[in-house]
């Protein structure tokens, strides 16, 4: 026991000891482009903590209004006023929103135009699995939502946050709810692949329109998404000095958001802000076809 706990306290001594150069590599790209946005309104999910926080904070020091769309109104609230004081913009603003809830949703949109990683199984308040609800069908329902308006302010863009992890991911059409069979981890694959495939249709869907989509892999990253696991806590804890940071993670969402002449890569996947490979069932136009009309019938809406 002493031997094993020594060679385990020297290997977590190694890890740290050599942590500032492989960090240094794990890193990933950089958002280098300098442009400036005053006047874009940007919608943000989640971004009251992690990724969308940072992303929050560098387009608002960019010029942008920017509403943190959150369920916690009171943690949105408090990442705001940081983000205003930190850049001296007064217009980042909280709006309350419920990805797993339709009306939430809903009234959001009315408002505003007048994910969830590893869960245990539950449903939405209109009963969808958890993953598949929030981190697709929410999503999917709040770009309907706001497309009219999206496409009065061309140009425009949607960036969706996906993972490497959709390349676990398989759209089981017969039993999408996870009803007959059940796992997390899987669950959470569906869902970002689900991701990939919404928005390479929606791409499809919007050429001529002025609106363009992306959808991007953050890296591993410091964030609190992994709270439902407490597997996936410890191992976080471990190797955290090889992850990146939440600052880190937002590269590639900003160069996404931001970066010139990327009209022509709409619908396609970016990772350390450069386009990237995805998995065969991720190029699928069929499933993704198939998917789009699904998710319609599940949320009683007609998006041709």
Known sequence: MLVILGLFTSFLSILYLTAPSIRKFFAGGVCTTNVQIPGKVVVITGANTGIGKETARELARRGARVYIACRDVLKGESAASEIRADTKNSQVLVRKLDLSDTKSIRAFAEGFLAGVMMSPYSKTADGFETHLGVNHLGHFLLTYLLLGRLKESAPARVVNLSSVAHLGG??????????????????????????????????????????????????????????????????????????????QGAQTSL?????????????????????????????????????WNVSCELLGIQWE
């Open 170 to 247: 398989k759209i089981r059409f017969h039993d999408l709810q996870g009803e007959k069979r059940y796992c997390r981890g899987f669950a959470y694959c569906h869902s970002k692949l689900a991701n990939v495939l919404f928005t390479r249709e929606l791409a499809k869907r919007l050429q001529g329109t002025g609106v363009t989509a992306y959808v991007v892999h953050p890296g591993i990253v410091m964030s609190e998404i992994v709270r439902h696991s407490f597997l996936l806590c410890l191992l976080w804890r471990l190797f955290s000095p090889f992850f990146k940071s939440t600052r």
């Open 255 to 291: 160069h996404c958001a931001l970066a010139e002449g990327l009209e022509p890569l709409s619908g396609k996947y970016f990772s350390d802000c450069k386009r990237t490979w995805v998995s065969p069932r991720a190029r699928d136009k069929k499933t993704a076809e198939r998917l």
